[in-house]
Nanobody
Framework: QVQLVESGGGLVQPGESLRLSCAASGMIFSINDMAWYRQAPGKERESVASITRNGITNYADSVKGRFTISRDNAKNMAYLQINSLKTEDTAVYYC??????????????WGQGTQVTVSS
């Protein structure tokens, strides 16, 4: 089994920054793409950023220039640096990973999410 655990969310004011972390653990052989999604109240879950194992990144238009995704392959970690937070960034942020397990099976895994609330 593989587990993803997000951390770093919280209550912040508009304009502030946060750094979210995603730790993957368990029967991992290697991790391909890692990604961050978010789901605001009453809305569907949406992709905000992704990163390949080789570090190629992709961002939703709504977050370009403010969000930066990164990863540490040695630690099986992914990060999301969020700058200039806006109230519309309020959501639960989820980590997703495309994982090859030790038994060579391949699956996408989700974390439990971390709440980000932006309010003055």
């Amino acid at each position: 089994q593989v587990q993803l655990v997000e951390s770093g969310g919280g209550l912040v004011q508009p304009g502030e920054s946060l750094r979210l972390s995603c730790a993957a653990s368990g029967m991992i052989f290697s991790i391909n793409d890692m990604a961050w999604y978010r789901q605001a109240p009453g809305k569907e879950r949406e992709s905000v950023a992704s990163i390949t194992r080789n570090g190629i990144t992709n961002y939703a238009d709504s977050v370009k220039g403010r969000f930066t995704i990164s990863r540490d392959n040695a630690k099986n970690m992914a990060y999301l640096q969020i700058n200039s937070l806006k109230t519309e960034d309020t959501a639960v942020y989820y980590c997703n990973a495309d994982v090859f397990s030790i038994d060579m099976s391949r699956s996408h895994y989700w974390g439990q999410g971390t709440q980000v609330t932006v309010s003055s």
